[in-house]
């Protein structure tokens, strides 16, 4: 599954020319112009990491990312601005910003960051690859699974399951999270499709590293 990223750029030249690049290194980009309305998709739906310029139609990036956190949105997030003061940086920062990349960039830069900004939210973890046991791998970079080099092939909400999983490990996570984790803003969250994919899971990792806990949640081990 590739990695979501929400695009907020009103540059339409910039804007094309960066998502036709990352979605070339395999990332799913949903890239927007306006601030009210990339405030709309962060609130309804799940991504990997933000990329947010500051100064754009409607909410300003600033205040969307300050916004988001103050709601609970942990999602990693990178400004891309031409605000280079001092002061404009310490805002960036302090609004929630994980990082800053001045414009002019170049986009391999910004994809070095991308991808540390990836790394960084699976414990800064200093390779892409987490080793699972019994030959099963974890790329944090593409989200993908793979057994003794075969993909593993998984749906959408499975890999989302997983990530959380691996992010979290030996945690109790709460049914509540996991939903959270798992449905849009729009959809309706379902226990029997979340017993599914814990089974499937299981048949994959083992039925004794994912443990039930009663009206409670489930513990990846």
Do not use: C
């Not at 990491?49 to 500051?54: F, G, K, N, P, R």
């Not at 057994?147 to 499975?158: A, D, S, T």
């Amino acid at each position: 599954m590739k990695a979501k990223l929400l695009l907020l750029e009103d540059d339409s030249a910039l804007n094309e020319t960066i998502t036709e690049y990352l979605e070339e290194q395999g990332y799913d980009v949903t890239s927007l112009y306006d601030g009210d309305e990339a405030q709309d998709k962060v609130y309804e739906n799940s991504y990997d990491l933000l990329l947010l310029d500051v100064n754009v139609p409607g909410v300003d990036g600033f205040t969307l990312l300050k916004s988001a956190r103050e709601a609970g949105t942990e999602t990693p997030a990178i400004f891309l601005t031409s605000r280079s003061a001092l002061v404009d940086v310490e805002d960036g920062f302090e609004s929630g910003a994980d990082d800053y990349l001045r414009k002019p960039f170049a986009l391999k830069e910004l994809l070095l960051r991308i991808e540390n900004l990836l790394k960084r939210n699976f414990h800064h973890d200093n390779s892409s690859q987490i080793e699972l046991g019994e030959g099963l791998y974890y790329d944090t970079a593409t989200l993908s699974l793979s057994k003794n080099g075969e993909l593993v092939i998984l749906g959408e909400k499975e890999s989302r399951l997983l990530k959380l999983f691996i992010q979290r490990r030996g945690e109790l996570i709460v049914h509540e999270v996991i939903q959270e984790a798992l449905w849009g803003f729009d959809e309706t969250p379902s226990d029997d499709a979340l017993r599914t994919y814990i089974k499937h899971l299981r048949q994959i990792l083992g039925k004794e590293n994912i443990v039930s806990h009663k009206r409670l949640g489930y513990q990846f081990r």
